[in-house]
Each structure stands twice: as C-alpha cells, then as structure tokens.
C-alpha cells in the first residue's frame, strides 16, 4: 500500500485526454509532456507576424515620384512590373475572397496590381526571368534578372534602409523619403521599397545586380492585429508570464505595434537587433530582462535570446514559422509553430503546432497546461496521505503490540489491497480530470526547481495522514464507537470501515489545493460524485456481506452513522485550517 505505482497511469491518462481537448482548441500537441510544460512557461518568445496579427496583408499606402498615390490610381509600369515579376507568390479564390500562396507580403503586392489594372500573370507568362536572388533575413532584400529585348532588366525589393543603401538619392531627397517612410512606421505599417536598374548584360553575380540601383519608391503594408490578442497579451501580464516579440519589422514599426499591445513601458525597451551584436555576455544578460521587442530579429538572435532566458531559471516557449526558427524551437521548454503559415521545418521542431496561427490559443494552452500540473498535484496529495495514514497506522500498531498482547494491526493483507485499489483507482483517478479552475491564469507561474509537493501540500498530507491515524488507533485503544466488548471481528470492520470512508471524504478535501472551501465547486466534477457513490457503496457491500474474503461483520444502521460521521470530521477539519488561512492572510494583506 505504500508505493504509489498508480502515478504513471495518471500522468499517461491525464496527458493523453488533454492532448484531445487541446485539439479542440486548436492546438496539437507533438510530445506529451509538452501540454503539461507549457503550462509553467514564464517568458513567451513570440513572432508578430500571424501570432500577433491576422496575416491578412493589405496594400494601404504607394509612394511613388516623391509622393503618395491611390492604390487604384497607381500606374507606374515600373514599380508594377515589380510587384508581379520579382515574386514568388500567387493568388487563387476560395469561398468569393482571394487567398495567397506563398510570402502574404508578395501576395499583397499582386492584389494591388490587380487593383491597378495590372494581371500578374499576363506578365509572368511573357517575361523570360533569368535570375532570381531569394530574400534572406541576413539580405533583407530580394531580386530578379528579366530579360528586357537584348538587355535586362534588375528590380529588388525589401527593407526601406536596406534598398536606399543599394540607391544614388540627394541627400534632401532622402530625408523627405525616410520623414515619410518613419510616418507610415508609426502607423504600424509594414515598409517595403523597390529600386530597378537597366544592363546590357546578364549581371556576373548578386553584387553585381544590386550595385547603382535606381530608387522607385515604397509601399506601405497593413497587417491588422487579431481582435483576441490584446486580451491575450493582458491575461498573460495578469498570470506572471512575460511577452516578447521578436520581429523582423523595423524599430519603428514594431514600436507601434507593441505599444498597441501595451508591452512597453515600466523600463520596458524595444531595440534593434544590431543593439546586441557588440555586448559581451554579461552585459547581454544584463539588458536582456527589460527587453520586451527586438526589431530586425534574427534566428541567431532569437536562439541566443532562448539560451539566456534559460540559464537564468526561465521556462521559455519560443513561437515560431520559418525554416530558420527550427534551432530555437527545438532549444526552447515549448516550441510552438504556426500551423497555416508555418514550414514543415518548423512543425518538426516544435513541441505544439497552432491549428489557427493566434496568440491567444497559446494563452489557452497555458491555461490548460496549468490546470493539468494543479491536477498531477491533487494526485500526489492523496496517494501519499493514504500512504502516510496506512503505513503510520500498521507501523504503530505493530510496536503496540509487542507491548500490549492481542494488539494487531486492524488490516488484513486483504484489506490493504482494497485500500491500494482505493489510492490507485477510480476516486484518485478522477482527481486527475479535475476541471480547470476559474482563478489559474491569475497564479504565478511554477519555477523551473520547484517541487511538485509544496510545503503547503506537505503539511496537508502530514495533517490529514496523522489525523486519520490517530483518529483508527484511538478506536482501537478506546472504542468510543461503542462497539460491543469482545467483539474483535467488528472493531476490525469498524476500523477498516472507517479507515477507508476517511480517504474517500479526503478526496473531497484534494480537489481544492488553496484556501478556497471544499463546496464552492463541490459538483463540478460529476465524475468524482460517481466514483465516490460507486466506491462507498462497494465498501458497505464489502462490509456486510464479504465476510467470506475480507473477514468482515455486518454493522448495525446506527454504527454506519457513526463510522460515516466521524470519517467526514476530516472535511471539517480542513475546512477549519483554510478558514483560519483565509482570516490570517486578511489580516496580514491589512
């Protein structure tokens, strides 16, 4: 009785049918254990991008010869050519709306073509591309090689600072292109400029292509943010965990959107990810902490930002789509990739994949994460009180015995394996599908070196395992029941009765591992009601008629009374003790 050998069954039981109900939440759980990690997460490494923001890329802004134009008026051939030849995306339609395949930006820009008269692929289908150099986030930039008759022609594309390197532009008309490039940024746009150049010849290599470009202009992109993540982002400040995005926007533009959010402020900084490349690692883990966005993050970055919060006690979840997030992903507590947008790569590395790509079903995966951890620990308290009660009581009856002759233990072998049933089975099984309380994301989260068996789940178990002890061995010694003198069949059966209705009314007593009163949720899980209806009436059928096999005698309507009443004095007893809990804590809050 005293090895609790039914933990690995709740553990693989509790998982198993929370890795079903995750789903229904859209996310699916890869690796078990991940759904109960995740809930002890303290830092959220989280991409904008889909996460954050619907991935719903709109073309809201051109800037094109020195001023802005209507996307539907817009006709520069040069800068449309742009949009639809330097691109690998397309477009298709699917239930009256138009959807992308390939990069949403890219696939922004051919929709606003299409708005200015110009069909992508029309082009495509009469253009000869000769090269094509990828966008890359070390680059940030992307280019093609059309042929053009007997010359080329070359148009890139890609970050505003990154295109005006590769341009001869005045100084003062560089000023009014970056005045209104910061303009858009502070409206939370995504900025993306385009420069083309004409050669006679095929260009000998990417640095070839891209030097002497000539700037063409910018367009501004809105990627809005989900209804649910403002919510989701104040329900993870509320339950302790950290937020931080890590994007590829510019400082501005990703400065925006986290004030939008609310992550700034308090000493919380945003910088760009060139602010690390110079600081030692002392001065990295320093600045680290009030770090809440980098801008023109890198999966470099985003790796040495993991192994940091790491080494400092910190369980991390890391989000993530492309192929480069793989090593954060795999190096985090949870790696998280997106489900819609994300790469094969990424959903290999990752530990969760999000059926719908939204923040806020990660917050749900926290929460159902805690709520799993809450029920392992509901587990643990009752196993090992009907440990400590059934050991302490066999023990001390063992050394009263060498000094009182004719006092043994009250437990036949029999009898302790029906208690291990009881510790192992239905009534401790149903703890571990305890229904989530309304108060988790309101916890702190659970530190990495923390133990499972609190000290306040430690004095419960020491309490209620003494009490139930104390309480058989005094019957034993003192038989204030009342049971007939003489009678050692019936004391046994008293006891052993006894014995176990007090484990099944401390069941009751686990459901609640804080201050809060037993009956406040007492039928939530109807689950637990009818295996405790369903195990007490086994013991009283064991009782009265299983004498043949558990050497046990029939009791009396007025002892069941008793024995059932004093069994439900350990109910009142921790319900005295949360009560005295609750007025200390009032009084010291005062």
Known sequence: AAVPEGLPTIVAISLSINIARMAKQNALVKKMVACETIGCINVICSDKTGTLTENRMTVTDIWS??????????????????????????????????????????????VAAEKAGTYYKNMRESSEISDLFPFSSDTKNMTSCVKNGAGYTIYTKGSPEKILALCSVSEPERLKIEEAIVGLQKRARRVLA????????????????ESGMKFDGFVGIADPLRAEVKDAVHACKTAGIEVKMLTGDNIVTATAIADELGLLGEGNIAVEASYFENLSDEEFSKVLPSVRVIARSTPLLKMRVVKELKSKGNVVAVTGDGINDAPALKNADVGIAMGISGTEVSKEAADIVLLNDSFSTIVTTVKWGRGIYENFKRFIQFQLTVNVASVLTVFLCTIFGMFWEGFESPFSALDLLWINIIMDGPPALTLGLEPMSDNLMKNKPTARGESIVSAKMLRRIVLNGVYVSVICLMQHLFNFLGVPEGNEAMMSSVIFTLFVLFQL?????????????IFKNLFKNRLMLLSFAVTFALQVVITQFGGLFFDTVPLDALMWLKVVALAFSIVLLNELVKLVERLFGKKKTK
């Open 194 to 209: 385009f420069a083309h150049k004409d050669v006679a010849a095929r260009p000998l290599s990417r640095e070839d292509a």
């Open 505 to 517: 009314f401390n069941a009751f007593n686990c459901r609640e591992l804080g201050k809060e009163s």
């Open 65 to 110: 010869q020195g001023a802005f134009k209507a996307v539907q008026d817009f006709k520069d051939p040069v800068m449309l050519t742009n949009f639809c030849l330097n691109s690998t995306a397309d477009l298709y339609e699917e239930d009256n709306s138009v959807r992308f395949v390939g990069n949403p930006t890219e696939g922004a820009l051919l």
